[in-house]
């Protein structure tokens, strides 16, 4: 699995845009980019994906470079509900898809 | 709640106690995982299923561990002779996989929080 970089942490006020960066230098051609969020003392919960166009949904946006080496995930308007652990992870999805490898993840504080 | 539900959410036991953890996925979800994570920490990929078959253990899984999902549903994981090093929290999540499917998500539980005295 491909190595990333995420900044320890960020802080975000509420109804502004949160842009976590991911640094996924090494991602291999069919290794997608998935992001996971961990509120405190829930579950991980899946968020977006993608593969090396744009992708949005209902809870954020994904920006991946033409080169796919970073990626950044959008939360165009942050609540305090959004205070979580963000978790950047390649994966080469498919069927084989299987163990998802989280790294330290960035810690944001959405703040009023 | 993401329908993924963990028995018991909370277990404090004495070192060298055996322990058991069970999880109970999504219905109709075909694969099943389980991982740990310590304080700070993000998850640690322990072991997965698909229906019964566990198809790949982490070198983490050392020989005290052991899974099961005999019908292809719910799981458990034991841990035999605990250590203090295995106080952490135990995640299961579940997602359904099949032909033609090339992407399912995860869906995690709350997990379990293992103390061990």
């Known amino acids: 699995d491909a190595k990333t970089t995420q900044p320890p942490s960020m802080d975000c006020a509420e109804g502004r845009a949160a842009n976590l960066p991911c640094n996924h230098s090494t991602i291999s051609g069919n290794e997608y980019v998935y992001w996971y969020r961990q509120i405190h003392s829930q579950g991980p919960q899946y968020i977006i994906h993608g593969l090396k166009n744009n992708e949005t949904n209902e809870m954020a946006s994904l920006i991946i470079t033409e080169d796919r080496k970073s990626s950044t995930l959008i939360l165009p308007h942050a609540t305090l509900r959004d205070t979580a652990v963000y978790y950047c992870i390649p994966n080469a999805g498919g069927t084989s898809y299987g163990k998802l490898t989280f790294g330290q993840g960035t810690i944001l504080t959405v703040h009023p | 709640d993401t329908g993924v539900s963990q028995d018991p959410r909370h277990k404090i036991t004495k070192r060298g106690q055996n322990v058991t953890f069970r999880c109970d996925p999504i219905?109709?979800?075909?694969?099943l995982y389980w991982y740990r994570q310590t304080l700070g920490q993000g998850p640690e990929f322990l072991t997965y299923f698909q229906n019964e078959a566990q198809l790949e253990k982490s070198r983490l899984l050392s020989d005290r561990f052991s899974a099961e999902r005999p019908k292809g549903s719910f799981s458990t994981l034991e841990i035999q002779r605990t250590e203090q090093g295995d106080s952490a929290m135990y995640l299961c999540a579940s997602s359904l996989v099949g032909i033609g499917k090339s992407f399912r998500e995860q869906y995690f539980g709350p997990g379990t929080r293992l103390t061990v005295t």
């Open positions: 219905s109709e979800h075909n694969r």
